[in-house]
């Protein structure tokens, strides 16, 4: 069942950056379906911690909200939009 828009190609982004030696794919998509509604700009963060390469890096997602039923009910549904990227890392530089 797919919980979020691009599902598969976020999960194939995610295994293949973040460490899940321990998760399973219910799990991977459980957690980020939580973190997305408060998530800052929709984006998902791996801490350098959590990743494969030590750099944090940002699983950017879009929010839709519609309304398909006469009745006025509206959905949000999150759509993973793809590529994504290592955040820039501030250092303090004073001599």
Do not use: H, W
């Not at 973190?35 to 390469?53: C, G, Y």
């Not at 006469?70 to 004073?94: C, H, M, N, W």
């Amino acid at each position: 069942m797919e919980i979020f828009g691009n599902q598969v190609a976020f999960l194939e982004d995610y295994k293949r950056i973040v460490k899940t030696q321990d998760m399973s794919d219910e799990m991977i998509i459980e957690k980020v379906a939580e973190a997305l509604p408060t998530a800052p700009n929709f984006q998902i963060i791996a801490t350098s911690d959590e990743t494969k390469l030590g750099q944090r890096i940002c699983f950017p997602f879009k929010q839709e909200i519609c309304s398909t039923d006469p009745d006025g009910i509206v959905t949000t549904r999150y759509i993973y939009i793809g590529s994504p990227f290592e955040l820039a890392t501030k250092t303090d530089e004073q001599p």
